[in-house]
């Protein structure tokens, strides 16, 4: 707040600057009818209140209208900041895709699966611009500068396509809709409403499959490119899935149930049957199958079972139980059976040989051209030929050989964390292996984990691991 005086020391004039510089006001006393409008604005002036002066008001002052009273005089502009563009989602982006885990520790698999679908033309998001930022000025003639609005990127993935309007975004194809890693996909998906018998027929397909009833034996049922979800229950069925395959329920194969899946295979459980897993095998119950993961094979629940049979994961087994009283046989391998470190040795050796075999054939071939603009001799040209045919082999063995390399250290870091958990008991003619290490049970364990240390395994009480 800034005062000023007349001469005489007995009429004054105070003028107050809001703290956010956007308003001034003044004060005048009764009977101080000497201010003009001229002088007020002098004053303001003076004050350094130079924008936004109400001309209407400082003449009702000068006229003496108003007084012994604050009077707003000066009004600035506020700035108005951009607000960011966002997009509005016509789907559930947050569904949970993962299994419940109940009380005992066993996982239910009923609700599994239940993610959001799309028809072909639904609207999936559509886009809100940022806003335009507008600057404003204070009472002192400050240009108070406001924030822009952020625009966002445009939607990325696969199975929709944005509209003209460059904000709409609609499904050019059915099926469930997901977003993983900022990306949205719509897969398509086939659906068998009721159960996948003999009559009904196999199923190839190259996205995800659901059946909502039960599959049969002798069934074949293929996805090359997706997921198989079943809500019912396998009996000595085919299935196989470049992704995942879950039961809601469980297979009972007699011996002849297969399933091959490049990622997970998850169920309630499984019994007299065969699995082959790249990723995780995933149960509440695992009897007289034989299994091979890739990763890791879970058995959960307060009674989950090992019984019988051959399980074998390349990371870690856990189990809440494995064998039973009457001792029936076992066999458990985590790990890896060879010597890692020897095979990368040697791959590391041949990738080396294959690559200086790779360089001479190119230096071959540049010493030929050379030969060729010099000489224009036509028949070095059958010989260039030869070479590159070798350079091309030479490309295609060292690729295989890297692949080669890196999937041996995948099963070395796997290999370095292998183990066998045990929370409750492990019976006697159960065969526990960890890379390539056997011990056989000889009696009652309880609360262990096998893990091998250089040449031999150790059996560890989990409460003192």
Aim: aromatic share 6%; proline share 1%; glycine share 10%.
């Amino acid at each position: 707040m800034t005062d000023f005086q007349t001469e005489n020391n007995q009429e004054s004039i105070q003028i107050m600057v809001a703290e956010d510089q956007l308003s001034a006001s003044v004060w005048i006393q009764q009977g101080e009818s000497h201010y003009t409008a001229a002088l007020l604005k002098n004053r303001l002036s003076e004050a350094g209140v130079t924008s936004g002066l109400q001309e209407e008001t400082i003449q009702q002052l000068a006229n003496g209208l108003l007084y012994d009273q604050w009077v707003v005089v000066a009004k600035g502009t506020p700035s108005v900041n951009g607000e960011d563009g966002w997009y509005e989602y016509a789907f559930h982006r947050e569904t949970d895709h993962k299994p419940k885990i109940l009380e005992d520790g066993s996982v239910d698999y009923s609700q599994y699966g239940n993610i959001p679908s799309v028809e072909e033309g639904d609207v999936i998001a559509v886009y809100h611009p940022a806003t335009e930022a507008k600057d404003g000025m204070d009472v002192h003639g400050n240009i108070l500068v406001a924030r822009k609005g952020k625009n966002l990127a445009r939607l990325f993935g696969k199975g929709f396509a944005c509209a003209e309007d460059g904000c709409t975004y609609i499904a050019n194809r059915s099926g469930k809709i997901v977003e993983t890693m900022d990306k949205i996909f719509i897969d398509q998906e086939f659906v068998v409403e009721g159960d996948l018998t003999n009559s009904t027929g196999s199923i190839c397909f190259r996205g995800d499959i659901r059946i909502r009833g039960n599959v049969g034996s002798g069934v074949s049922v293929v996805s090359e490119k997706g997921s198989i979800l079943v809500d019912g229950f396998v009996e000595g069925a085919d299935l196989q899935a470049n992704r995942d395959i879950t039961l809601k329920n469980g297979m009972q194969g007699n011996g002849k149930g297969f399933i091959r899946a490049k990622g997970n295979v998850n169920a309630k459980f499984f019994e007299q049957c065969t699995i082959c897993a790249d990723g995780c095998v995933n149960a509440n119950a695992i009897m007289n199958c034989q299994i091979e993961a890739g990763e890791d094979v879970v058995v959960s629940g307060r009674f989950g079972s090992i019984i019988g049979g051959h399980i074998s994961a390349q990371r870690q087994i856990k189990a809440t139980n494995i064998g039973n009283v009457a001792e029936v046989e076992n066999q458990v391998e985590a790990g890896v059976a060879e010597n890692l470190v020897t095979k990368m040795n040697l791959l590391t050796e041949s990738k080396k040989k294959a690559l200086d075999e790779w360089e001479r054939i190119a230096q071959g071939i540049e010493r030929i051209d050379t030969l060729m603009e010099q000489t224009k001799n036509a028949a070095l040209m059958e010989k260039k030929r030869v070479l590159m045919r070798g350079k091309i082999e030479k490309d295609a063995e060292i690729s295989e050989l890297e692949k080669k390399i890196q999937a041996t250290v995948l099963a070395m870091e796997k290999a370095n964390v292998a183990k066998v958990t045990v929370d409750r008991y492990v019976h006697p003619g159960t065969c526990i292996s960890v890379n390539g290490m056997k011990t056989q049970v000889q009696e009652l364990e309880q609360h262990v984990e096998y893990a091998r240390r250089g040449n031999g395994i150790i059996v560890y009480h989990i409460d003192e691991a």
